[in-house]
């Protein structure tokens, strides 16, 4: 017979799993992957970049492609983890492009200590820096949250 706190141990232990699998990057991508053509068509030449189309729609895509939603949430609110929405007071309002990049390459805050050892880090390979300032477009650009969110895993 299933008791309550072995149901709910189940329950924490496959919302955990399920959190990790889309931090487990595939290494068969190319390094720097064909950039996918937008509404408009003609996507930039050599890898993604601003060349041309909305920064901020070339960041969803690399939003989507690397499943920040699983950990941040579909708005950047939170989930897993923290708010990443461009509050001043909950989220990433006062970073810096370079600040964003250090934390999403080597899992690095603001003040160059660790972040969460659940956040992945997105080697140049998985983001490169023209898609790295494309992501920061697009998070600058989802509606500010000022509820503090520090995710499940780490405080």
């Keep these: 017979m299933r008791t309550l706190p072995s149901f709910v141990t189940i329950c924490l232990l496959g919302t955990a799993i399920a959190a990790l699998l889309p931090a487990c990057g595939s290494t068969d991508d190319p390094p720097n992957p064909p950039a996918h053509a937008g509404a408009g068509g003609g996507g930039a030449v050599g890898g993604g970049g601003s060349g041309g189309s909305d920064p901020v729609a070339k960041g969803a895509v690399v939003w989507d492609k690397q499943e920040c939603a ?35 390459r080597d899992g690095k805050d603001t003040d160059g200590s660790d972040l969460c050892f659940q956040m992945t880090k997105f080697s140049a390979a998985l983001i490169n820096d023209a898609e790295m300032d494309d992501l920061f477009a697009y998070v600058k650009s989802k509606a500010v949250s000022d509820v503090v969110n520090q995710g499940t895993f780490c405080p």
């Design 70 to 104: 699983s950990c941040h949430g579909a708005d950047a609110k939170g989930f897993y983890g923290p708010n990443i929405t461009y509050s001043m007071a909950a989220g990433i309002g006062g970073w810096t492009a370079a600040q964003f990049r250090a934390a999403v």
